[in-house]
């Protein structure tokens, strides 16, 4: 649980980009920029419409309590709770007081724990794929739930705006009348994260496990059909490692940096996933991105900063945007 006096704040990209039902497509440009999608979340928000509920037996439930865009420094400033019933009722007692100051939070099965974590994004005029991302460091609202939130918003919001979404087909295919076809899109997004030093050392300093390469463009598989081999996600290939090869190119992280320029980028992989021992023989994995050396969808080994100094003790969860908060993350942009 966070602390009430310091946050941690991750370093991070947005990868946004454009999909559709329609199969066999891909590769599609954004229609929008970042801050056209945002705003028609601002709308869907207004309607009431963002609220998530995730799970049966023990749900949870994430809505937006707040976002607004800052002109001053060009950024959308993101207020994403959630709702976990799952957590166990909280004890609280006095340090040094008698027994009757403990006491148990009790909810019933319908309620409960909420927490917060604001997000930065940095807006754009231009089309872009990657846009920065800050983010408040939550355990229970980790990275990989606000980007599992946000997809089911730029659906929710493709529903809502269907004809805004709607574009030429690419292969500029007709109809029986000869109307050009169109397809339905959305957007979807993930977050890649900024490598830390802690990684770096970590890893010149450990022992690898095993290098795995990892693509889910299944189409270049000889023979890939998409309607016929349904059952298939992802290829994964084993990499040999050559200690004379990890001496020769000066350790185990500049191997890896060479190794995704090179063999990963000719054979159009997505993906790199590396499992290692570091100097404690703890074990480690990570999903490294071959474009850009980022960590996939990770918060382990993510470069941070932490902020401190508050005024005011912090809570796990706040139902307006705190600008203290706001404030310091800013500072590192």
Same mark, same amino acid.
């Given at each position: 649980m966070a602390k009430k006096n310091e946050r941690n704040i991750l370093f991070l990209d947005l990868n946004l980009y454009t999909k559709t039902y329609t199969p066999h497509i891909t590769g599609l440009p954004n229609q929008f920029t970042l801050d056209k999608l945002m705003k028609k979340v601002v709308a869907l928000r207004e309607k009431n419409k963002v609220n998530v509920e995730l799970g049966t037996k023990e749900p949870k439930e994430l809505y937006i309590s707040d976002m607004k865009y800052d002109k001053n420094t060009a950024t959308w400033q993101l207020l994403i709770n959630i709702v976990d019933t799952s957590l166990a009722d909280e004890v609280h007692r006095k340090i040094g007081g008698a027994a009757s100051t403990r006491k148990v939070n009790s909810k019933t099965d319908d309620v409960g724990t909420e927490f917060s974590s604001h997000v930065i994004f940095k807006g754009s005029k231009k089309k872009s794929t990657v846009y920065l991302a800050l983010y408040e460091q939550t355990p229970n609202l980790p990275v990989k739930l606000i980007a599992r939130y946000l997809n089911e918003m730029f659906k929710r919001v493709s529903r809502e705006y269907e004809d805004e979404f709607k574009i030429k087909h690419p292969q500029n295919i007709c109809d029986s009348t000869g109307k050009p076809k169109t397809i339905n899109t959305y957007f979807k997004c993930h977050f890649n994260g900024y490598v830390s030093d802690q990684f770096k050392s970590d890893l010149d300093n450990g022992i690898y496990k095993d290098? #795995?390469? !990892?693509?889910?463009?299944? /189409?270049?598989?000889?023979?890939?059909?998409?309607?016929?081999?349904?059952?298939? #996600?992802? !290829?994964?290939?084993?990499? /040999?490692?050559?200690?004379?090869?990890?001496?020769?190119?000066g350790g185990n992280h500049s191997w890896l940096s060479n190794f995704r320029r090179g063999v990963a980028k000719d054979l159009g992989m997505q993906e790199l996933k590396v499992s290692f021992k570091d100097e404690t023989d703890a074990s480690h994995t990570a999903n490294i991105d071959v474009d850009t050396g980022m960590l996939v969808n990770s918060e382990k080994y993510v470069k941070k900063v932490k902020i401190s100094g508050f005024s005011e003790p912090l809570t796990t969860s706040v139902d307006l945007i705190y600008n203290p908060i706001i404030k310091k993350m800013l500072e590192h942009l």
């Amino acid at each position: 649980m966070a602390k009430k006096n310091e946050r941690n704040i991750l370093f991070l990209d947005l990868n946004l980009y454009t999909k559709t039902y329609t199969p066999h497509i891909t590769g599609l440009p954004n229609q929008f920029t970042l801050d056209k999608l945002m705003k028609k979340v601002v709308a869907l928000r207004e309607k009431n419409k963002v609220n998530v509920e995730l799970g049966t037996k023990e749900p949870k439930e994430l809505y937006i309590s707040d976002m607004k865009y800052d002109k001053n420094t060009a950024t959308w400033q993101l207020l994403i709770n959630i709702v976990d019933t799952s957590l166990a009722d909280e004890v609280h007692r006095k340090i040094g007081g008698a027994a009757s100051t403990r006491k148990v939070n009790s909810k019933t099965d319908d309620v409960g724990t909420e927490f917060s974590s604001h997000v930065i994004f940095k807006g754009s005029k231009k089309k872009s794929t990657v846009y920065l991302a800050l983010y408040e460091q939550t355990p229970n609202l980790p990275v990989k739930l606000i980007a599992r939130y946000l997809n089911e918003m730029f659906k929710r919001v493709s529903r809502e705006y269907e004809d805004e979404f709607k574009i030429k087909h690419p292969q500029n295919i007709c109809d029986s009348t000869g109307k050009p076809k169109t397809i339905n899109t959305y957007f979807k997004c993930h977050f890649n994260g900024y490598v830390s030093d802690q990684f770096k050392s970590d890893l010149d300093n450990g022992i690898y496990k095993d290098v #795995k390469l !990892i693509t889910g463009e299944l /189409k270049k598989i000889e023979g890939y059909d998409v309607q016929k081999h349904t059952d298939l #996600k992802e !290829i994964h290939i084993p990499v /040999k490692i050559d200690k004379a090869e990890l001496s020769k190119a000066g350790g185990n992280h500049s191997w890896l940096s060479n190794f995704r320029r090179g063999v990963a980028k000719d054979l159009g992989m997505q993906e790199l996933k590396v499992s290692f021992k570091d100097e404690t023989d703890a074990s480690h994995t990570a999903n490294i991105d071959v474009d850009t050396g980022m960590l996939v969808n990770s918060e382990k080994y993510v470069k941070k900063v932490k902020i401190s100094g508050f005024s005011e003790p912090l809570t796990t969860s706040v139902d307006l945007i705190y600008n203290p908060i706001i404030k310091k993350m800013l500072e590192h942009l």
